[in-house]
């Protein structure tokens, strides 16, 4: 059971059900689920990312890697290391989130000799921006100075590193069903039910709108339905009768974005995500959305709105079509486990705490294998440590 919204968090919840109930008015009574999780998320002062609340962290809805600790941070800074001190340039974080990355990052960069020209942070949370400036305000003034927060996508091209740590699972996304052989597009609409014994559970509910929010099918438009049929033609096999799941066309242009503004050196994205032919598996017939509250994970969308983040695994292989087609090389796509062996996490582990910590970051049931690395990198040839234990390109 998940824990009840606050006062505070029901009041929000019921604004941005407001929204997107108007959305949904002005569009004849049906959105497409992008649509939605994109209002839910990101809809100016309201949505998820863009208004207040602890999101990360104790106390928030989700922990990533860089918060279980900064053995994570330091591993890689020292991969960061490796381009730097042959191309020099700066850093670029895409959601930085509490700023705990970026401190450990530096702070280790510097016991390096390596430091970035500048440290950029591009971050849509408020609230987040304003976590990270106090955390890098207790850096050395000679690190805390190099960090530089951006509205937007730098306007000229950057030498240097381009870090994104769990921002590609949160770019909105399609949902689709095959039912009968055809592909509809997943959608929400509203509950206009008369039963009033489901008028008065609605009623009862914390927040009230959100209960009115349902799951609906339409059928698929133009784009929607090529994009499908490039995922599904170089699949090794048939989908079952009434296959649900997710499809990202927003990769494409969010990597020939970071694409535009990188000169030379790497692009390092981190996420929990699969090769196209094991997400896209008979077996995973649900697909991969899943949402986060207060440290749980369920798969309704439709509850919480505003207040719980919502996210889908990577189809790793669209982020190497889309790589290729920016003309980005992908270098290196390993696990986060292999990666962090590969630039020696198991020497930096000095006592129980940090073995318990490493021990999260790499088993398999943990952060380990679920979580990927993927090196994009433009004109730098040269080896990159944290590829060095594992290449998994050929299931690319």
Same mark, same amino acid.
């Given at each position: 059971?998940?824990?009840?919204?606050?006062?505070?968090?029901?009041?929000?919840?019921?604004?941005?059900?407001?929204?997107?109930?108007?959305?949904?008015?002005?569009?004849?009574?049906?959105?497409?689920?992008?649509?939605?999780?994109? @209002?839910?998320?990101?809809?100016?002062?309201?949505?998820?990312?863009?208004?207040?609340?602890?999101?990360?962290?104790?106390? #928030?809805?989700?922990?990533?890697?860089?918060?279980?600790?900064?053995?994570?941070?330091q591993c890689v800074a020292?991969?960061?290391?490796?381009?730097?001190?042959?191309?020099?340039?700066?850093?670029?974080?895409?959601?930085?989130?509490?700023?705990?990355?970026?401190?450990?990052?530096?702070?280790?960069?510097?016991?390096?000799?390596?430091?970035?020209?500048?440290?950029?942070? @591009? &971050?849509?949370?408020?609230?987040?921006?304003?976590?990270?400036?106090?955390?890098?305000?207790?850096?050395?003034?000679?690190?805390r100075d190099r960090v530089?927060?951006?509205?937007?996508?730098?306007?000229?091209?950057?030498?240097?590193?381009?870090?994104?740590? &769990?921002?590609?699972?949160?770019?909105?996304?399609?949902?689709?069903?095959?039912?009968?052989?055809?592909?509809?597009? @997943?959608?929400?609409?509203?509950?206009?039910?008369?039963?009033?014994?489901?008028?008065?559970?609605?009623?009862?509910?914390?927040?009230?709108?959100?209960?009115?929010?349902?799951?609906?099918?339409?059928?698929?438009?133009?784009?929607?339905?090529?994009?499908?049929?490039?995922?599904?033609?170089?699949?090794?096999?048939?989908?079952?009768?009434?296959?649900?799941?997710?499809?990202?066309?927003?990769?494409?242009?969010?990597?020939?974005?970071? #694409?535009?503004?990188?000169?030379?050196g790497l692009v390092l994205?981190?996420?929990?995500?699969?090769?196209?032919?094991?997400?896209?598996?008979?077996?995973?017939?649900?697909?991969?959305?899943?949402?986060?509250?207060?440290?749980?994970?369920?798969?309704?969308?439709?509850?919480?709105?505003?207040?719980?983040?919502?996210?889908?695994?990577?189809?790793?292989?669209?982020?190497?079509?889309?790589?290729?087609?920016?003309?980005?090389?992908?270098?290196?796509?390993?696990?986060?486990?292999?990666?962090?062996?590969?630039?020696?996490?198991?020497?930096?582990?000095?006592?129980?705490?940090?073995?318990?910590?490493?021990?999260?970051?790499?088993?398999?049931?943990?952060?380990?294998?679920?979580?990927?690395?993927?090196?994009?990198?433009?004109?730098?040839?040269?080896?990159?440590?944290?590829?060095?234990?594992?290449?998994?390109?050929?299931?690319?």
């Amino acid at each position: 059971m998940l824990p009840a919204l606050t006062t505070e968090e029901a009041r929000h919840s019921r604004a941005v059900s407001r929204l997107i109930r108007e959305r949904l008015d002005a569009a004849g009574g049906w959105l497409p689920f992008e649509a939605f999780m994109e @209002l839910a998320l990101y809809a100016p002062g309201l949505g998820y990312y863009t208004a207040g609340g602890t999101k990360i962290g104790r106390g #928030g809805d989700f922990t990533t890697a860089p918060e279980v600790s900064d053995l994570f941070s330091q591993c890689v800074a020292r991969q960061c290391s490796e381009v730097l001190e042959r191309g020099g340039g700066s850093i670029l974080e895409l959601g930085a989130g509490t700023g705990r990355m970026a401190a450990a990052v530096l702070a280790t960069l510097g016991s390096l000799g390596a430091l970035p020209e500048r440290y950029y942070v @591009l &971050e849509v949370s408020a609230d987040l921006r304003e976590r990270q400036r106090a955390r890098i305000a207790q850096l050395p003034a000679g690190l805390r100075d190099r960090v530089v927060w951006l509205d937007a996508l730098p306007e000229h091209a950057l030498r240097g590193v381009i870090l994104a740590n &769990e921002v590609l699972d949160a770019l909105p996304c399609q949902r689709v069903v095959i039912r009968d052989g055809q592909v509809s597009a @997943l959608g929400v609409g509203i509950d206009i039910s008369t039963n009033a014994e489901n008028q008065a559970r609605a009623a009862a509910e914390v927040g009230g709108a959100n209960a009115r929010f349902v799951e609906r099918a339409m059928p698929a438009d133009t784009d929607l339905l090529n994009a499908w049929r490039a995922v599904a033609s170089g699949l090794p096999f048939e989908l079952p009768e009434s296959y649900r799941t997710e499809i990202c066309t927003r990769i494409e242009p969010w990597i020939a974005s970071l #694409g535009d503004c990188l000169e030379s050196g790497l692009v390092l994205l981190f996420d929990y995500g699969l090769p196209r032919a094991h997400y896209y598996h008979p077996q995973r017939t649900n697909g991969t959305l899943r949402c986060h509250f207060k440290q749980r994970a369920h798969d309704n969308p439709f509850i919480n709105v505003g207040v719980q983040d919502i996210t889908a695994w990577v189809d790793f292989t669209r982020v190497a079509e889309a790589a290729d087609a920016a003309g980005l090389q992908v270098h290196g796509f390993a696990t986060q486990a292999a990666f962090l062996l590969g630039l020696g996490i198991e020497s930096r582990v000095s006592d129980v705490r940090l073995a318990s910590e490493a021990r999260q970051l790499l088993m398999p049931g943990e952060m380990g294998e679920a979580f990927k690395a993927m090196a994009l990198t433009r004109h730098f040839d040269e080896p990159l440590s944290g590829f060095s234990v594992q290449d998994l390109r050929h299931s690319l």
